[in-house]
């Protein structure tokens, strides 16, 4: 059974930093695409950033471009997302996702199993 758990969500001031991580098991990790989605209350689960299984590809959404990072360590089974220069329109729940085997997680329909998501709050 895979699982995936987030955890580095917060609040922070409007051009701070936050790290997300998650932590997966259940399959062989270094196999498999890995992404983050995001969603606001009211909004559809949006695509954030998405990271190839031998880390040579990143994709990004255009809104987060320059600002927010992915990455992976196949080592411990963890994706990160590095998030600097926040803004309140970055505040939402921050999902990661397993993409299907040869596929990166892009959009809804190519995601294998989600996290329970982290919240992540921007003031202003």
């Known amino acids: 059974q895979v699982q995936l758990v987030e955890s580095g969500g917060g609040l922070v001031q409007a051009g701070g930093s936050l790290r997300l991580s998650c932590a997966a098991s259940g399959r062989t990790f270094s196999s498999y695409a890995m992404g983050w989605f995001r969603q606001a209350p009211g909004k559809e689960r949006q695509f954030v950033a998405a990271?190839?299984?031998?880390?040579?590809?990143?994709y990004y959404t255009d809104s987060v471009k320059g600002r927010f990072t992915i990455s992976r360590d196949n080592a411990k089974n963890t994706v990160y997302l590095q998030m600097n220069s926040l803004k309140p329109e970055d505040t939402a729940v921050y999902y990661c996702?397993?993409?299907?085997?040869?596929?990166?997680?892009?959009?809804?329909?190519?995601?294998?199993?989600w996290g329970q998501g982290t919240q992540v709050t921007v003031s202003s």
């Open positions: 990271i190839s299984w031998s880390n040579s590809s990143t």
């Open positions: 996702a397993q993409g299907r085997y040869g596929s990166a997680p892009t959009t809804p329909n190519k995601v294998d199993y």
